[in-house]
């Protein structure tokens, strides 16, 4: 199944097209507000609600749309909430700011590898970036991409990534290591005439990011 988790926080209007193709679209508190702004319907909004508009929160119950309230003092955030909804063998877009506040920001990048690591197919997208995780022993492959791009590689959640090799990349890497206080592979590119690359690693945490707003 494929779900659309829905944040708050600023996101682009291309998103909106992801969240239409899921089969499954859960809002967390104000991402129904951006779901009322594309004329999308999700199937559930959870959270505190301290952070929906009155007007969406109106217009969620007047369809009906199952609604889900938690403390607004709680361990979690809305996202991890969403996230401890989802079925086992669930494919997850976390649709989600990667530019608003940088706590909510990096304790999302966060959850990607906790999810990751449980085992789920899960990535990030504000509509313009993509942000997936790699974790152990791993490979990504990513195809079909149009236009310019910046894909960078980037230690999360530990000190350094190793057996780090890419195919398809202008700058390439052979079994190379990437500690997580520089920036070597960071804002790569696809090499001429390729539409897609791969990214392989031996062990560590990355996210590897795809920026098309370049």
């Given at each position: ?5 829905v ?13 239409r ?8 508190d ?38 889900k309230?938690y403390?607004?003092?709680?361990d ?19 649709v ?28 990030a ?16 492959n ?6 310019k791009?910046a ?7 530990c000190?350094r ?8 990349l ?45």
């Amino acid at each position: 199944m494929r779900i659309a988790i829905v944040t708050g926080g600023p996101v682009f209007d291309e998103a909106a097209d992801i969240v239409r193709g899921s089969d499954r679209i859960i809002c967390a508190d104000s991402g129904a507000d951006f779901c009322v702004r594309h004329g999308i319907v999700p199937d559930e909004v959870l959270g505190d609600m301290d952070s929906i508009s009155a007007e969406t929160f109106e217009m969620m119950r007047s369809r009906r749309i199952p609604f889900k309230t938690y403390p607004s003092h709680k361990d979690e955030t809305d996202t991890e909430i969403a996230l401890e909804s989802c079925p086992e063998g669930s494919e997850i877009t976390l649709v989600c700011s990667l530019t608003g506040r940088i706590d909510h920001e990096l304790s999302n990048l966060s959850l990607l590898i906790k999810y990751k690591e449980a085992g789920f197919d899960i990535t990030a997208t504000d509509g313009r970036s993509d942000v997936i995780p790699m974790s152990g022993v791993d490979t990504l492959n990513v195809e079909g991409i149009d236009g310019k791009v910046a894909i960078s590689i980037i230690p999360f959640g530990c000190s350094r990534i190793e057996g780090v090799t890419t195919k398809g990349l202008a700058y390439p890497l052979q079994d190379a290591s990437i500690d997580a206080l520089g920036s070597l592979s960071v804002s790569n590119e696809l090499s001429d005439g390729e539409s897609g690359f791969e990214i392989s690693i031996r062990s560590g945490r990355t996210l590897v990011t795809i920026s098309r707003d370049v």
